[in-house]
């Protein structure tokens, strides 16, 4: 069970990265929920796909650092810190996610971020335009 679980969040974060798109549609379950922390709102499945697309032409590629992962038996817990890449080179966003998983896809998402210096530095950009 583990070893999946660990896999899966392997491919999970390797997609994300990348921002494979299609690797991550392939990872989500059907009715997958993402929550936010900063903003109290839990996105459906495909609210997080077109969220992800977003990032990852703006900010991306991203990169996971100072990864600390904890397997759980319905999924795991990692806290991190996502170096940005794009118009947000530079920016280092500490992180944690709750992720549950069942049938070797992702169901729901609690994520632990504060996004603040992320959308300060895409307004900035824009204003520089």
């Not at 392997?10 to 991550?24: K, M, N, P, Q, Y």
């Not at 839990?42 to 650092?65: C, F, H, I, N």
Request: aromatic share 8%; net charge negative.
């Amino acid at each position: 069970m583990s070893s999946g679980v660990s896999a899966l969040a392997d491919r999970f974060f390797e997609a994300v990265s990348r921002g494979d798109l299609a690797e991550l549609d392939a990872l989500y379950s059907q009715d997958a929920v993402v929550w936010h922390n900063y903003d109290d709102v839990a996105q459906t499945r495909d609210e997080s796909m077109r969220l992800l697309a977003w990032l990852a032409r703006k900010a991306g590629p991203l990169r996971y650092v100072e990864v600390r992962r904890i397997l759980l038996e319905d999924g795991f817990v990692q806290q991190h810190v996502v170096e940005l890449g794009g118009q947000c080179e530079g920016l280092r966003m500490p992180a944690m996610l709750r992720v549950r998983c069942d049938d070797g896809l992702v169901y729901r998402i609690e994520e632990y971020v504060d996004p603040t210096p992320l959308n300060a530095r895409l307004a900035a950009a824009r204003r520089d335009t």
